[in-house]
């Protein structure tokens, strides 16, 4: 059975930078394409960031492009977001999710940014 469970979630001031990290088991997390994506109160969920299975190619939603990289080790069977300069309205539940057949997610972390 395939479990992501993601961690790094917390409070944070605006600016501040936060790194997620998701592990996965119960797959070969090689094979699976990691994506991030995130749920604001009162918004819908929304696609943050993906990785392809290799690695190689990376997308970002653009709200993020350039501050939020995606990275992942395969040895670790982990895929990490790293939230640079973070605004207010990066608060959200942020949820890992893995493709590959089916779409498997995790039950999120929450950030909150705030002063």
């Known amino acids: 059975q395939v479990q992501l469970v993601e961690s790094g979630g917390g409070s944070v001031q605006p600016g501040g930078s936060l790194r997620l990290s998701c592990a996965a088991s119960?797959?070969?997390?090689?094979?699976?394409?990691m994506n991030w994506y995130r749920q604001a109160p009162g918004k819908e969920r929304e696609w943050v960031a993906g990785?392809?299975?290799?690695?190689?190619?990376?997308n970002y939603a653009e709200s993020v492009q350039g501050r939020f990289p995606i990275s992942r080790d395969n040895a670790k069977n982990t895929v990490y977001l790293q939230m640079n300069s973070l605004p207010p309205e990066a608060s959200a539940v942020y949820y890992c999710?893995?493709?590959?057949?089916?779409?498997?997610w995790g039950k999120g972390t929450l950030v909150t940014v705030s002063s």
């Open positions: 990785s392809t299975s290799a690695g190689g190619i990376t």
């Open positions: 999710t893995g493709v590959y057949g089916m779409h498997y």
């Open positions: 119960g797959c070969t997390f090689r094979r699976y394409a």
